[in-house]
């Protein structure tokens, strides 16, 4: 894979896909919504380790030309693109993997207030009442916002799953190739947020037009039963609202932003800074 690779992670609705509509703006970028590339390395993994009865037969070095061929594999009809940027919210993860394959990358977290992580989630279930979103396993999960919001909060789902890879890597020995970017400033200040993650990655500025950004999968969305999931507006832009969540639930969500005091990782970050008591 003869391009640059960097990597957008972090947690769902905090703006992994608005910032991959912007970069893509950019002629020498390539880059999109979450992509297979990260299940398929995990697929790729499991079928070489020692579940495997011939994994034997692989030595470290096949292994690691066997994962960096999924990548030159998938991204080859974008060989035009000097630099590719992989979304997945497993790439938190997998740091120590990343280091190995793409000893220079980046990992850009995009976070939000876990409170609004589950607001938006929630919006986006009951504009789409006549759906059954895909993103609950039975009708006990889908029942209230109570048991919604509790499942998608689990260790293994959603919202979960992403929050516990975040905070891994945050505390990881490779923090350092971190960058954490708050959706709220993003949206409020897009110029001045893409400036910083442009020399956070060594890149040169690019004028991107935060009043024509465009991106949507609804054919994605539709399959999962949750229309807009990855619809971005044009215009980049701060729309303050009103929670739908009942209080107690947000108060139980609200204050779980640990990247707010970077005392004990080496991640650079575009976040507010946490207050002092």
């Given amino acids: 894979m003869p391009q640059k690779a960097h990597f957008i992670s972090g947690l769902p609705r905090s703006g992994s896909t608005l910032l991959a509509a912007i970069l893509r703006q950019n002629p020498r970028f ?24 011939f994994s034997v037969f692989i030595s470290p070095e096949q ?13 080859h009809p974008q060989a035009d693109k000097e630099i590719i940027f992989d979304t997945n919210r497993l790439w938190c993860s997998k740091l120590p993997l990343i280091r190995e394959l793409f000893p220079e990358a980046k990992v850009i977290c995009c976070v939000r207030n876990i ?8 919006l986006l279930i009951r504009r789409n009442a006549f759906d059954v979103s895909r993103l609950f396993n039975n009708p006990a999960e889908r029942a209230t916002v109570y048991s919604r919001t509790e499942a998608l909060s689990q260790g293994s789902r959603l919202v979960g799953y992403a929050y516990n890879a975040l905070k891994e890597a945050f505390y990881s020995e490779q923090s350092g190739s971190l960058l ?41 969305d ?33 204050g779980l932003s640990f990247w707010a005091d970077a005392t004990y990782s080496r991640a650079s970050a575009i976040v507010a800074k946490a207050k002092l008591t």
């Fill in 63 to 75: 292994k690691r030309a066997l994962i960096l061929s999924i990548f030159s594999a998938y991204y």
């Fill in 115 to 122: 409170a609004w992580i589950m607001d938006s989630i929630e």
């Fill in 222 to 254: 539709n399959r999962l039963k949750t229309k807009g999931l990855h619809q971005v507006r044009s215009q980049v832009e701060f729309k303050p609202r009103k929670t739908i969540l009942p209080p107690d639930l947000f108060e139980r969500f609200d």
């Fill in 30 to 53: 390539h880059a999109s919504m979450t992509s297979p590339v990260g299940g398929l390395v995990e697929r790729m993994l499991e079928a070489m380790s020692e579940d495997n009865e």
């Fill in 180 to 220: 954490l970017v708050d959706y709220d400033l993003l949206t409020k200040a897009p110029d001045k947020t893409m400036s910083l993650i442009y020399q956070f990655l060594g890149e040169e500025p690019f004028e991107h037009d935060f009043e024509r950004v465009e991106y949507q999968e609804p054919e994605f």
